[in-house]
């Protein structure tokens, strides 16, 4: 298990005695119990485990969505807690990308724009941004689907601009929460393929939380997760 | 941002021109209010500068408070010059304006009298010519004419050609009189004006009252636009000093300035209600909008957009209403005002011809005007309101935190 303080390692995420507590009306639910982990610079890592167990929980406070309650969060060195909401919000449009179980595209907007969506949000130059989009569409197999609306594509290709939509700003990592769930099974070996094509080529390191058992075959860790606490942590590079 | 807000505000076509539509009603109504005023205030003010004072009146200091024939201008003829060099300035009458009694062998009234030089004056600017129902105007500045009210001519038995006598204080404060023949009578509406107002000729005034050559008790002025009143009531009395006094038609008139301002309140209250339902209606469509989309905008949110910059978008929504709002506004608006301008409504059979407020007869044909600046504050204020009501919705879309975003359904 990575879980000491110093690593000869260069830590993207380090997470310090974590714990997310909600309140169930008057009952307090403990959804995460005072969890540390480091997740490494390439890393291509799972949170397995039932659901209730604590890893969407996991992925939202590492991608600065949610707080914690208690214990602190590095994010490249940085503790998040430092940052204002807006900062926070920088973060996530710079260094983090999200891939969403539902997709979550946006549905007023094209492919196009979905994926343009967050180098707008950076301000990049209209051209600088037009290359990006059209490279990443082409690297995620869009290419000529652009101008299709989320409700004019499969669960796949809308997951494909999702992936497109993470990756367009070569973010530090990616976070997925389960992004496989809601595809078919050559569909997901399609999207699993891709990912570890970017992070085999292009270094970026990837955390999943996911039931599926092609992913977890495929990833290099797995820290599997019960009632809110790290059961154990596998490394297999 | 621009395009997607458009984009938003269309994914309910229903509910987005609903909320442009009473965008669009509000721009009606409140050009119906607002161009009712600016219509009934001008003809109003307009109607009562006929009467005798202007727009603008340079009078005695102190004539304003005590009336009294001993207050007098010397150089009218200058002070009309000074006025007219003014250019908002139509034209300018000299005029002597008095308290006196009106008798006949069977009757007696008192009343106003109004010295004027028929050669100056005009219908445009003479309430009393305007209403002329019988006889002609007066011939010359030194005649015995008279023209009187058409009550006053009831009251004291009178009819064109008869010999009426008037008395009335001079110059110096004694009791003076003088007779005089009816050459017209005028029928304005007003019972006031009709029961107690009289003309005569300025020079034969000036004598009787002791007057020299050039000296009155005012000059009227009649501007361009009763707009500019106090602008150019400001400049003359900068140009003229402060010998003699310059007032505007509101301190001359200040029943009929009390009645507009009255008036106009109660119609800014109207319109200021009109708009807090509008901006509700804005309000609950944008409010409804933000909700609908708390997912998307904890997407949104989750890929790293910030509550200023989500802010700022809903906010951009509420401008594009604001604008579809009042193009809407301004398409049924048009024809609308188009009608009462140039037609109106005519209420006469309600109101009669002769329904006056504040000494001023009011035009039963409800018609509107809009001046520009009407227009400008119309547009201003309800595009302020539209935006202001998106301020809740943009401000609570960007507090929300991402995490409770993205559960939302």
């Known amino acids: ?237 | 941002m621009i395009r997607l807000a458009w984009r938003n505000l269309w994914r309910n076509r229903r509910r987005t021109l609903i909320t442009a539509f009473s965008i669009g009603f509000g721009v009606l109504l409140a050009v119906t209010f607002t161009g009712t005023g600016d219509y009934a205030y001008t003809n109003m003010i307009d109607a009562g500068a006929s009467m005798g004072y202007g727009h603008v009146t340079i009078e005695p200091v102190g004539y304003n408070r005590t009336p009294t024939l001993d207050k007098r201008i010397g150089d009218s003829a200058a002070l009309r010059a000074d006025a007219l060099s003014q250019p908002d300035v139509r034209d300018a009458i000299v005029r002597i304006l008095g308290q006196g009694m009106f008798a006949t062998a069977s009757n007696s009234i008192g009343g106003s009298f109004l010295g004027v030089d028929p050669a100056s004056e005009t219908p445009a600017w003479s309430l009393l010519l305007r209403s002329l129902v019988r006889g002609n105007m007066l011939r010359d500045r030194d005649g015995s004419g008279v023209i009187i009210g058409s009550k006053m001519a009831d009251h004291l038995n009178l009819d064109l050609g008869k010999k009426l006598v008037y008395t009335t204080t001079d110059a110096s404060g004694e009791i003076v009189s003088e007779a005089a023949r009816v050459r017209g009578i005028f029928h304005t509406g007003i019972n006031e004006v009709d029961n107690a107002f009289v003309m005569l000729p300025i020079d034969r005034l000036r004598h009787v009252l002791g007057y020299r050559k050039g000296e009155a008790t005012m000059v009227a002025i009649m501007l361009r636009d009763q707009r500019r009143a106090r602008r150019v009531r400001n400049a003359l009395q900068r140009r003229i000093g402060n010998g003699v006094a310059v007032l505007d038609w509101r301190q001359t008139q200040p029943d009929l300035a009390g009645i507009i301002n009255i008036d106009r309140s109660s119609n800014y209250i109207s319109q200021l209600l009109i708009g807090l339902l509008i901006a509700a209606g804005i309000l609950n469509t944008l409010l409804m909008s933000v909700l609908e989309r708390t997912r998307e905008f904890g997407i949104m949110m989750a890929v790293g957009m910030s509550p200023g910059q989500l802010f700022r978008l809903i906010m951009t929504e509420s401008f594009w209403l604001a604008c579809i709002g009042l193009l809407m506004g301004t398409v049924i608006t048009a024809p609308w005002y188009w009608y009462l301008a140039t037609y109106g409504i005519d209420f006469s059979g309600s109101i009669g011809h002769d329904y006056s407020a504040g000494g001023v007869l009011i035009d039963p044909v409800f018609h509107i005007r809009l001046f520009a600046e009407s227009i400008v504050a119309i547009l201003a204020g309800l595009f302020t309101l539209a935006i202001l009501a998106g301020l809740y919705p943009a401000w609570r879309a960007g507090r929300i935190p991402p995490v409770e975003s993205l559960k939302a359904l």
């Open chain 1, 1 to 237: 298990m990575s879980t000491t303080e110093e690593t000869p390692h260069a830590h993207i995420v380090r997470m310090q005695a974590v714990s997310k507590l909600y309140m169930q009306g008057k009952i307090t639910v403990t959804a995460l119990d005072r969890v540390t982990l480091e997740v490494d610079e390439g890393d291509f890592a799972a949170l397995c485990g039932p659901s209730g167990s604590g890893k969407s929980t996991l992925l939202n406070l590492v991608g600065g969505l949610d707080e914690p309650s208690e214990g602190r969060i590095w994010l490249e060195n940085r503790d998040l807690a430092e940052y204002s909401r807006s900062q926070v919000a920088r973060v996530r449009r710079d260094r983090i990308g999200f891939v969403f179980q539902a997709y979550n595209l946006v549905p007023v907007m094209t492919a196009y724009e979905n994926a343009e969506f967050v180098l707008r949000l950076q301000s990049v130059p209209d051209a600088e941004r037009h290359e990006r989009v059209m490279a990443v569409l082409q690297e995620v197999g869009l290419d000529g689907l652009e101008h299709r609306r989320p409700d004019e594509m499969s669960g796949g290709q809308q997951q494909r601009v999702a992936i497109a939509r993470a990756i367009v700003t070569r973010p530090a990592i990616v976070l997925a929460d389960e992004p496989t769930a809601n595809v078919d099974s050559v569909t997901a070996d399609a999207i699993l393929d891709l990912m570890q094509k970017l992070n085999r080529e292009e270094g970026i390191t990837f955390l999943f939380s996911t039931h599926d058992q092609r992913l977890m075959a495929r990833t290099h860790r797995l820290i599997y997760m019960r009632d809110g606490r790290i059961e154990r942590d596998d490394i297999r590079r």
